[in-house]
């Protein structure tokens, strides 16, 4: 019973900053790649930045400059620190762990997505 936590949304001016959280739990065997990705009403989902179980980001040319991903392997927790926040970053954030839980095959999972609204 593998679960993804998310925290760290909500409402913020422009130019403000917010900082997302992700906990997996469960009986975890492996946590591979890392992400965050979003989704406005009627758009696509897409990706925001990865993290690899190494620690290597990659961003979306969006966010690259602004944003930055890490993660604490020793608590199973990736994080999105957003500083100067755009109405544009406006959207639900998910976070996404490709891992292998014990006694099952290696596969993506996704949290139930944090609600980030930036005012102009």
């Known amino acids: 019973q593998v679960q993804l936590v998310e925290s760290g949304g909500g409402l913020v001016q422009s130019g403000g900053s917010l900082r997302l959280s992700c906990t997996a739990s469960?009986?975890?065997?492996?946590?591979?790649?890392m992400g965050w990705y979003r989704q406005v009403p009627m758009k696509q989902r897409e990706l925001v930045a990865t993290?690899?179980?190494?620690?290597?980001?990659n961003y979306a040319d969006s966010v690259k400059g602004r944003f930055t991903i890490s993660r604490d392997n020793t608590k199973n927790t990736v994080y999105l620190q957003m500083p100067s926040l755009k109405p544009e970053d406006t959207a639900v954030y998910y976070c996404?762990?490709?891992?292998?839980?014990?006694?099952?095959?290696?596969?993506?999972?996704w949290g139930q997505g944090t609600q980030v609204t930036v005012s102009s």
């Open positions: 993290i690899t179980e190494g620690g290597w980001a």
């Open positions: 469960g009986r975890i065997l492996s946590i591979y790649d």
């Open positions: 996404k762990a490709d891992l292998r839980a014990l006694l099952d095959i290696r596969k993506d999972y």
